[in-house]
């Protein structure tokens, strides 16, 4: 009875491996079919493709399978996103990539992709940064740039605190990255954003300026960093890194102009005769008199007193020069005499 039944489960064992390998095989022409609609412009064609390769690989668990499912799926998603622009269909099946083959390599690429139809067409922040943290989850070559993403993410949300902590994160992780001066200038701005911070975003942006002098961000920390130390009452040392951050920044007429609102505030809040040479030396200005500079009033000494007279003697010299007229001291010049043959001012 078993030997009479073996070559039969033997031929059904060879149909099945048959059945299966010509599904295999009908997938693989449609994903290549799928691919040159996409090529030649027909979305609508690549569609259709994708899904009776889908159609096909139906019930059939084999790794092969898992593996043109992930594909069709993943090429379907991206039509709908990148070729028809029909966004609510490409979340739909890029969840269902996601749900079906969570460990393919396609999978990966679609969590990303996912993650920017969230963002830029839902506005669904919270969900792009759970698609991008199951990204990170599987280390991508990609991991600096998708983790930078994240505090973006966090600093749009308005949650400054995390954004920091993910800037922050990112710079230790990936310290080689060409994304380290990106996360340093956010860090920066989460961290002037908190009132009880501003001092650590003094240093985050100081730092980046010494680490890298040559970005292009540079110009733009050396402005932040100016502002909070203008906040922070500093505003001529505020002045100096503008006038040093107005020579690669992109806007200078920007920065110029805050230059001269915060020179003006000083020269309105400074005292004019501090540090300002024409008002110290204004031949205008009316200068105070003696009594305004000295209240008491000192009488000049006679000449007994200031050979060490006393006041009694002092008085009698000036009764003296009272009664003469012509004496020394006196204050009266004594009168010029008449030359003979010559009229006098009388005559």
Not at 39 to 66: G, H, M, N, W
Request: aromatic fraction near 8%; charged fraction near 30%.
């Amino acid at each position: 009875m078993v030997t009479r039944r073996a070559p039969w489960l033997l031929m059904c064992g060879v149909f099945l491996f048959w059945v299966a390998s010509c599904r295999k095989s009908d997938a693989s022409q449609h994903l290549a079919a799928a691919k040159m609609a996409l090529f030649e412009k027909k979305p609508e064609e690549a569609l259709r493709e994708y899904r009776l390769a889908i159609e096909v690989l139906d019930k059939d668990t084999s790794p092969q399978s898992v593996v043109y499912r992930a594909r069709a799926l993943r090429g379907a998603a991206d039509t709908y996103y990148l070729e028809l622009r029909d966004f609510r269909r490409a979340v739909q099946v890029y969840r269902e990539l996601i749900q079906q083959c969570p460990e393919a390599p396609e999978t990966l690429e679609g969590r990303i992709h996912l993650a920017d139809v969230l963002e830029r067409e839902f506005r669904d922040l919270r969900g792009a940064i759970a698609e991008l943290t199951a990204a990170l989850a599987r280390n991508p070559p990609q991991s600096a740039e998708i983790s930078f993403r994240v505090a973006e993410l966090y600093f749009e949300l308005a949650d400054y605190q995390q954004c920091e902590l993910e800037a922050a994160k990112m710079v230790d992780k990936f310290e080689t990255s060409a994304y380290v001066d990106d996360a340093l200038f956010l860090r920066g701005q989460a961290l002037a954003m908190m009132d009880e911070r501003k001092a650590d975003a003094q240093r985050v942006y100081q730092y980046l300026i010494e680490r890298f002098p040559e970005s292009e961000l540079t110009p733009h920390a050396m402005f932040e960093l100016g502002k909070l130390r203008a906040d922070a009452g500093d505003e001529e040392k505020a002045i100096e890194i503008w006038v040093e951050a107005v020579k690669r920044h992109p806007q200078p007429s920007v920065v110029q102009s805050v230059i001269a609102r915060v020179r003006k505030q000083l020269i309105a809040t400074t005292p004019s005769q501090i540090g300002n040479a024409a008002k110290a030396f204004d031949r205008d200005v009316p200068q105070p008199s003696v009594a305004q500079v000295s209240p008491t009033k000192k009488m000049a000494k006679t000449s007994v007193e200031a050979v060490g007279g006393s006041p009694d003697e002092a008085a009698r010299e000036a009764a003296m020069n009272a009664e003469s007229p012509h004496a020394p001291g006196s204050g009266a010049a004594p009168a010029k005499p008449v030359e003979p043959g010559l009229p006098s001012a009388a005559q």
